[in-house]
C-alpha cells in the first residue's frame, strides 16, 4: 500500500496515519517529523531548515525530496508507506512521480482530508494545549503567528498538489470535520483491499 495523505496542518493527517501503521504494517512517513530529527540532531539539514521551520515557511523542495528519496528505499518501505506532509509543492510531486516510475511503483491511492480553515487554529492550540498538560514539548510552530504562516504555505504551494492528483483522476476526498471514526471509515472505503 503506498498512500499520500494531503491536508492542511491540522487536519487530522498524523492521527490517520498512526492508524493505518498499525492497519498496514508500513511505515508512516513524515517530512515534518524527519525534519525536526535533524534539526534536534543539529545534521546540515538540520541547520538549513531550523529556521524556515520555526518561521512556518516551506524548507526547499531539494532537501526533502532527497530525505524521501532515500527514506523510500530503505527496507521497511519495501512493502510500502505512508507519505504525510509530503508532496508539499507540485514539484515534490513531479520528483515523487519520477522516483516511483524509476523503480516502476505505483501509488495506491492519494487522500485529501478537507478541513474547514476556521476549525485548524483551534485544533493546533488544543494540539499545544494537550502537550503541554502531558509535560511535553508544543512544537516551534505551534503557535498562531507561524501558523498563520503555514496556512498561508499549504494555500499557495500545497493546494495545487491536490489539483495535481484530481487531473489525474487519482485524488479522493475525505470530509475531515467528522468525528475521528467516521473520517477513519471514509478513509478506510478510499483505499484498496
Ligand atoms: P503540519 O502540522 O503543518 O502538517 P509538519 O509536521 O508536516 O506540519 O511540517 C512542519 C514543517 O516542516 C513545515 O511547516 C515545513 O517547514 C517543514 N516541512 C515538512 N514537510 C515539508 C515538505 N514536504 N516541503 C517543505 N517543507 C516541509
Same mark, same amino acid.
Given at each position: 500500500?503506498?498512500?499520500?495523505?494531503?491536508?492542511? /496542518?491540522?487536519?487530522?493527517?498524523?492521527?490517520?496515519? $498512526?492508524?493505518?501503521?498499525?492497519?498496514?504494517?508500513? /511505515?508512516?512517513?513524515?517530512?515534518?517529523? =524527519?525534519?525536526?530529527? $535533524?534539526?534536534? &540532531?543539529?545534521?546540515?539539514?538540520?541547520?538549513?531548515?531550523?529556521?524556515?521551520?520555526?518561521?512556518?515557511?516551506? !524548507? #526547499?523542495?531539494?532537501?526533502?525530496?532527497?530525505?524521501?528519496?532515500?527514506?523510500?528505499?530503505? $527496507?521497511?518501505? #519495501?512493502?510500502?508507506?505512508?507519505?504525510?506532509?509530503? /508532496?508539499?509543492? !507540485?514539484?515534490?510531486?513531479?520528483?515523487?512521480?519520477? =522516483?516511483?516510475?524509476?523503480?516502476?511503483?505505483?501509488?495506491? $491511492?492519494?487522500?485529501?482530508?478537507?478541513?474547514?480553515?476556521? &476549525?485548524?487554529?483551534?485544533?493546533?492550540?488544543?494540539?499545544?494545549?494537550?502537550?503541554? &498538560?502531558?509535560?511535553?514539548? !508544543?512544537?516551534? %510552530?505551534?503557535?498562531?503567528?507561524?501558523?498563520?504562516?503555514?496556512?498561508?504555505?499549504?494555500?499557495?504551494?500545497?493546494?495545487?498538489? #491536490?489539483?495535481?492528483? &484530481? #487531473?489525474?483522476?487519482?485524488?479522493?476526498?475525505? %470530509?475531515?470535520?467528522?468525528?475521528?471514526?467516521?473520517?477513519?471509515?471514509?478513509?478506510?472505503?478510499?483505499?484498496?483491499?
Amino acid at each position: 500500500m503506498r498512500l499520500i495523505l494531503l491536508g492542511p /496542518p491540522g487536519a487530522g493527517k498524523g492521527t490517520q496515519a $498512526a492508524r493505518l501503521v498499525e492497519k498496514f504494517g508500513i /511505515p508512516q512517513l513524515s517530512t515534518g517529523d =524527519m525534519l525536526r530529527a $535533524a534539526v534536534k &540532531a543539529g545534521t546540515p539539514v538540520g541547520l538549513q531548515a531550523k529556521a524556515v521551520m520555526e518561521a512556518g515557511g516551506l !524548507v #526547499s523542495d531539494e532537501i526533502v525530496v532527497g530525505i524521501i528519496a532515500g527514506r523510500i528505499q530503505e $527496507a521497511d518501505a #519495501s512493502k510500502g508507506f505512508i507519505l504525510d506532509g509530503f /508532496p508539499r509543492t !507540485v514539484a515534490q510531486a513531479e520528483a515523487l512521480d519520477r =522516483m516511483l516510475n524509476e523503480k516502476a511503483m505505483q501509488l495506491d $491511492a492519494v487522500v485529501e482530508l478537507k478541513v474547514d480553515e476556521n &476549525a485548524l487554529l483551534s485544533r493546533i492550540e488544543k494540539r499545544a494545549a494537550e502537550t503541554i &498538560a502531558a509535560g511535553g514539548t !508544543v512544537r516551534a %510552530d505551534d503557535n498562531p503567528e507561524a501558523f498563520k504562516t503555514r496556512l498561508e504555505a499549504y494555500r499557495a504551494q500545497t493546494a495545487p498538489v #491536490s489539483a495535481y492528483y &484530481a #487531473s489525474k483522476g487519482e485524488l479522493t476526498v475525505v %470530509d475531515g470535520m467528522q468525528p475521528i471514526e467516521v473520517v477513519s471509515a471514509a478513509l478506510d472505503q478510499a483505499l484498496p483491499g
